[in-house]
């Protein structure tokens, strides 16, 4: 294992955040050569500090994987509008919305995670949340927030703040309208 001189390879580049899809916000902390089965691979070394995870992806694969840079600001102010409309939940089975949530989260696209955060948001006065829905929305929160905390320079904490100031300025749902969506859930079931 050799670390390389030159330290920057597709336009990314070491000291650098980065998206993983599967994983979220890393910090590229170098590139390097290892030999593997007798082939020499190039590598990114990405550190995801939260999770204390290091992945070493090889240079050539690094767009099949959805690798990619953070996004820009105009992305985040969209992302950011885009979880205060009114939520869009599907009259389908639990099942089935819950894998079109996990499959957008792991896309690692910035506005599809936002589209999960404001459909399974629930306010003080809403009712309870089943446990997989509060598990896939902090799934969803924990990557938005990292991302635009490492685009706006903020804590993950002010980053939180920021996203739930913006879901209260959604349109409130009543106790009704979650009624209503739950009976037509059973029926569907």
């Given at each position: 294992m050799?670390?390389?001189k030159?330290?920057?390879r597709l336009?990314?580049?070491?000291?650098?955040h980065?998206v993983y899809?599967?994983?979220g916000?890393?910090m590229?902390?170098?590139?390097e050569?290892?030999?593997?089965a007798?082939l020499?691979?190039e590598?990114?070394?990405?550190s995801?500090e939260?999770?204390?995870l290091?992945?070493?992806?090889?240079v050539a694969?690094?767009?099949s994987?959805?690798m990619?840079?953070?996004?820009?600001?105009?992305?985040?102010?969209?992302?950011?509008?885009t979880?205060?409309?009114r939520?869009r939940?599907?009259?389908?089975?639990w099942?089935r919305?819950?894998?079109?949530y996990?499959?957008?989260i792991n896309s690692?696209?910035?506005?599809a995670?936002?589209?999960?955060?404001?459909?399974?948001?629930?306010?003080?006065e809403?009712p309870e949340?089943?446990?997989?829905?509060?598990?896939?929305?902090?799934?969803?929160?924990d990557r938005?927030?990292r991302e635009?905390?490492?685009v706006?320079k903020?804590?993950?904490?002010e980053?939180?703040q920021?996203i739930?100031?913006?879901?209260?300025?959604s349109?409130?749902r009543?106790k009704?309208d979650?009624a209503?969506?739950?009976s037509d859930?059973?029926?569907?079931?």
């Amino acid at each position: 294992m050799v670390a390389k001189k030159q330290q920057q390879r597709l336009g990314f580049k070491t000291g650098e955040h980065v998206v993983y899809p599967a994983h979220g916000v890393g910090m590229i902390t170098a590139i390097e050569e290892q030999e593997v089965a007798g082939l020499t691979l190039e590598l990114f070394v990405i550190s995801f500090e939260q999770d204390k995870l290091t992945l070493r992806v090889p240079v050539a694969k690094v767009k099949s994987v959805g690798m990619r840079k953070l996004a820009e600001e105009d992305e985040v102010k969209k992302a950011l509008d885009t979880v205060t409309g009114r939520a869009r939940v599907k009259r389908t089975m639990w099942s089935r919305r819950a894998q079109e949530y996990e499959a957008k989260i792991n896309s690692g696209d910035l506005i599809a995670i936002s589209e999960v955060v404001r459909d399974l948001y629930r306010s003080e006065e809403q009712p309870e949340q089943s446990y997989s829905e509060r598990q896939l929305f902090e799934q969803a929160m924990d990557r938005m927030s990292r991302e635009i905390g490492a685009v706006r320079k903020l804590t993950l904490t002010e980053a939180v703040q920021l996203i739930e100031k913006q879901l209260a300025k959604s349109p409130k749902r009543t106790k009704a309208d979650a009624a209503e969506a739950e009976s037509d859930e059973e029926a569907a079931a």
